[in-house]
């Protein structure tokens, strides 16, 4: 098992940055990508960015160009940069990991999530 813990979230206004981490403990060895999620409620769960072995991705099309992922696998940590961020940005973020142990199954894991509101 893999868990997985968020911080950074807060209030900020407009323009203003904020950087997630995600602390991964447990079987990390057996994550294959991990990356963050958003949701607003009453709106589906997005993919915002992902990170595996062959690089990292910004996956929301709204953040490109203003979200930066990055992963320290000595801490065992990932990172979500978020600069110029806007009212819409608002939302709670979730930590997602994917595993698969030795025998080829696939686990899903998530944070408990952290708010992030953005003020105008």
């Known amino acids: 098992q893999v868990q997985l813990v968020e911080s950074g979230g807060g209030l900020v206004q407009a323009g203003g940055s904020l950087r997630l981490s995600c602390a991964a403990t447990?079987?990390?060895?057996?994550?294959?990508?991990i990356g963050w999620y958003r949701q607003v409620p009453g709106r589906q769960r997005e993919l915002v960015a992902t990170?595996?072995?062959?690089?990292?991705?910004i996956d929301l099309h709204s953040a490109k160009g203003r979200f930066t992922i990055s992963r320290d696998n000595a801490k065992n940590t990932v990172y979500l940069q978020m600069n110029n961020l806007k009212p819409e940005d608002t939302a709670v973020y979730y930590c997602?990991?994917?595993?698969?142990?030795?025998?080829?199954?696939?686990?899903?894991?998530w944070g408990p999530g952290t708010q992030v509101t953005v003020a105008t």
């Open positions: 990170s595996t072995n062959a690089g990292h991705t």
């Open positions: 997602n990991a994917e595993t698969m142990d030795w025998e080829g199954r696939e686990y899903v894991y």
């Open positions: 447990g079987n990390t060895r057996e994550i294959n990508a």
